[in-house]
């Protein structure tokens, strides 16, 4: 039972999810009242008879289920429970191999089965409003021998993550069937699990038999690594004009590795100031606005600041042998990139006693081969159609190991012919 606040009126509110002989599936929503008539009626496993409800559209932010409508009660509606002695069924699942989640656009649902190959500890994730929340990251892995992390937020966090945790180190082999939930991405993919979750552990449908058989000892592949190459996974090598095609044909978000050389990085803007103060305990990072000279504003803690840190910002064209792109890096990637700090090389240009500028650091990086990891998306701009690539990682070229990934794609080609 969750409680609502609007600007008309505050109330309770309450859903449950119900399967057919078909395997279909169809919320149903009881609000204030009716929520609490029904509230402690609904048993999971129950059968039940609903007659006499209102039917509109879902809800596509709250509602996760594969169905466009849901149902909600009036005071007119009856919720009937049926004789236990009706016919089985259950949900019609469609479970995702992980290697192919790894190519899901952002916010799709999947239905995910796999193996519990890792645990991290519980973080405490502060929020900008100074309110914290737990989390805990859980890694599971498949047929496809790829592994994704799936997130515990909340409650799951400590019950399931702690269930989940200790049959794990008691040797036990976990595998974890996950239906309904969100495909997101930071700093690569990952499965977002609510509190309303629906999930099962160690379940008994044919889906898990072969992750029985093939037992826990099979190597996984952990798509957040580097130099990841596989033929299914979103890291796989791709040129610049087959990421083009693809997104021309299919908008969606795309993370991969390309094979480029940097052909230019602008001077005029590679820096953006931020706010250093604290804010909630950590540092606000907040973009700063200039008011004069040693003088900024953030406008997250509203106040005057006398000194600001720096971040980098870099636009650089990426050409390899079939086109060229733009591409966006962050503070990160330019000190890897650049061995230097933002605010150290922006204070290059104001030192008079060595020769190096800004430019001539940026030059020393161009015209090199790379492996960047980049992100890349669509979006729409005065109805006009563009690209954000953003760089997530970088690795200079080592011509050693790209002349045996080589060899070893010429070998595949040759085995598939």
């Known amino acids: 039972m969750h409680q609502y606040n609007t600007i008309k009126c505050n109330g309770q509110v309450f859903s449950f999810d119900i399967v057919d002989e078909e395997g279909c599936e169809v919320r149903i929503t009881c609000f204030d009242e009716i929520a609490e008539l029904h509230y402690h009626r609904v048993e999971k496993g129950a059968w039940y008879v609903v007659f006499k409800d209102s039917v509109k559209d879902a809800s596509t932010v709250y509602n996760k289920l594969n169905n466009h409508l849901e149902i909600i009660l009036t005071e007119t509606s009856v919720l009937?429970?049926?004789?236990?002695?009706?016919?089985?069924?259950?949900?019609?699942?469609?479970?995702?191999?992980?290697?192919?989640?790894?190519?899901?656009?952002?916010?799709?649902?999947?239905?995910?089965?796999?193996?519990?190959?890792?645990?991290?500890?519980?973080?405490?994730?502060?929020?900008?409003?100074?309110?914290?929340?737990?989390?805990?990251?859980?890694?599971?892995?498949?047929?496809?021998?790829?592994?994704?992390?799936?997130?515990?937020?909340?409650?799951?966090?400590?019950?399931?993550?702690?269930?989940?945790?200790?049959m794990h180190a008691s040797g036990t082999?976990?595998?974890?069937?996950?239906?309904?939930?969100?495909?997101?991405?930071?700093?690569?993919?990952?499965?977002?699990?609510?509190?309303?979750?629906?999930?099962?552990?160690?379940?008994?449908?044919?889906?898990?038999?072969?992750?029985?058989?093939?037992?826990?000892?099979?190597?996984?592949?952990?798509?957040?690594?580097?130099?990841?190459?596989?033929?299914?996974?979103?890291?796989?090598?791709?040129?610049?004009?087959?990421?083009?095609?693809?997104?021309?044909?299919?908008?969606?978000?795309?993370?991969?590795?390309?094979?480029?050389?940097?052909?230019?990085?602008?001077?005029?803007?590679?820096?953006?100031?931020?706010?250093?103060?604290?804010?909630?305990?950590?540092?606000?990072?907040?973009?700063?606005?200039?008011?004069?000279?040693?003088?900024?504003?953030?406008?997250?803690?509203?106040?005057?600041?006398?000194?600001?840190?720096?971040?980098y910002l870099l636009q650089m064209k990426l050409q390899d042998q079939t086109s060229s792109l733009w591409a966006n890096a962050f503070d990160e990637v330019g000190t890897q990139l650049l061995a230097l700090s933002a605010k150290e090389l922006y204070m290059l240009q104001y030192d008079l006693t060595i020769e190096k500028t800004p430019r001539s650091i940026l030059n020393k990086v161009m015209f090199t081969h790379y492996n960047f990891t980049v992100l890349v998306s669509t979006y729409t701009y005065n109805s006009e159609r563009r690209l954000k690539v953003t760089i997530n990682k970088v690795q200079r070229l080592d011509f050693e190991v790209e002349c045996n990934y080589l060899l070893a794609e010429i070998s595949r080609m040759g085995a598939t012919t």
């Open 80 to 166: 009937k429970r049926c004789a236990s002695d009706v016919a089985e069924t259950e949900k019609k699942l469609q479970f995702n191999p992980i290697n192919k989640v790894l190519t899901t656009s952002n916010n799709t649902l999947v239905d995910v089965i796999g193996v519990v190959v890792n645990f991290e500890e519980i973080l405490v994730i502060r929020r900008k409003d100074g309110s914290t929340v737990k989390k805990r990251i859980v890694k599971i892995n498949d047929m496809s021998t790829f592994t994704i992390d799936v997130n515990l937020w909340r409650p799951p966090s400590e019950q399931l993550g702690n269930d989940l945790k200790n």
């Open 173 to 311: 082999f976990v595998i974890l069937a996950i239906q309904n939930e969100r495909v997101g991405y930071f700093n690569g993919k990952f499965i977002n699990i609510s509190a309303s979750m629906t999930f099962e552990i160690n379940p008994f449908i044919l889906e898990a038999n072969p992750l029985r058989l093939r037992g826990p000892i099979l190597p996984c592949i952990d798509p957040h690594s580097s130099g990841v190459h596989h033929s299914d996974s979103e890291y796989q090598r791709m040129t610049i004009a087959s990421i083009l095609q693809r997104l021309s044909v299919m908008p969606e978000t795309l993370e991969t590795t390309i094979k480029v050389v940097l052909g230019f990085i602008k001077e005029d803007q590679f820096y953006y100031t931020t706010c250093p103060l604290q804010f909630n305990g950590k540092e606000c990072k907040k973009k700063c606005s200039k008011l004069g000279d040693n003088l900024w504003l953030c406008p997250r803690c509203q106040t005057q600041i006398p000194e600001c840190n720096y971040k």
